[in-house]
């Protein structure tokens, strides 16, 4: 069966950054894109960015462009969000998802393995 | 990059159908059949219940079905249980790979 494991809660002051892995098994880690998607204090969902698991290329999306790094280690089928120079606006819940890959630029266009999110909480 | 738009919150009684809207553009919604939603409870992640706008997983309920007109885009759930009570999230595919939700809808059953 599919699982993707998050890391545990984070709390970090302003201007710090973060990084949240995202553990995968139960399918081929490399025939998926893992996207990641956060949701603040009683708010909605909002998309990040993408990284394609087998080539490592990414996308981000533009709010989080310059503040935001998408990594992979294939050896242990684990992702990787960085996100730097924190502040309050930060403080959410973070939950990685995966996608599958279709073909070279191509993928389907919904969800549906997510992690169990990780909460980061930005505060001084 | 707007998002796209829901209603805040529905309600009804079991039994009932309710249908939640999802408006978006001619650049999301109306260019690809690429709408996904996700039902959420309190404290948990969000669950796909309908991808590329009318499939549901294999073995979900049959009583969550998905819909689209132009820009618009519906998720109908029929016979409402206390179970449905939740937040419905609506999502669509943009260009170049990227991805947009709706702000939420949430599901009151009375």
């Known amino acids: 069966q599919v699982h993707l494991v998050q890391s545990g809660a984070e709390v970090k002051k302003p201007g710090a950054s973060v990084k949240v892995s995202c553990k995968t098994s139960?399918?081929?880690?490399?025939?998926?894109?893992i996207h990641w998607v956060r949701q603040a204090p009683g708010q909605g969902l909002e998309w990040m960015g993408w990284?394609?698991?087998?080539?490592?290329?990414?996308n981000y999306a533009h709010n989080f462009q310059g503040r935001v790094t998408m990594t992979r280690d294939t050896s242990i089928s684990t992702a990787y969000l960085d996100l730097s120079s924190l502040t309050s606006d930060d403080t959410a819940i973070y939950y990685c998802?995966?996608?599958?890959?279709?073909?070279?630029?191509?993928?389907?266009?919904?969800?549906?393995?997510w992690g169990q999110g990780t909460l980061v909480t930005v505060s001084s | 990059q707007s998002a796209l738009t829901q209603p805040a919150s529905v309600s009804g009684s079991p039994g009932q159908s309710i249908t939640i809207s999802c408006t978006g553009t001619?650049?999301?919604?109306?260019?690809?059949?690429?709408v996904s939603w996700y039902q959420q409870h309190p404290g948990k992640a969000p669950k796909l219940i309908i991808s590329?706008?009318?499939h549901r997983p294999s073995g979900d309920s049959n009583r969550f079905s998905g819909s689209k007109s132009g820009n618009t885009a519906s998720l109908t759930i029929s016979g409402l249980q206390a179970e449905d009570e939740a937040d419905y999230y609506c999502?669509?595919?943009?260009?170049?790979?990227?991805?947009?939700f709706g702000g939420g809808t949430k599901l009151t059953v009375l």
């Open positions: 998802a995966r996608v599958k890959i279709l073909g070279l630029t191509t993928s389907t266009t919904y969800f549906d393995y």
């Open positions: 139960g399918y081929t880690f490399t025939d998926y894109y």
């Open positions: 990284i394609n698991l087998k080539n490592g290329g990414t």
């Open positions: 001619s650049n999301d919604i109306g260019r690809y059949d690429s």
């Open positions: 590329d706008v009318i």
């Open positions: 999502c669509s595919y943009r260009p170049t790979m990227t991805w947009v």
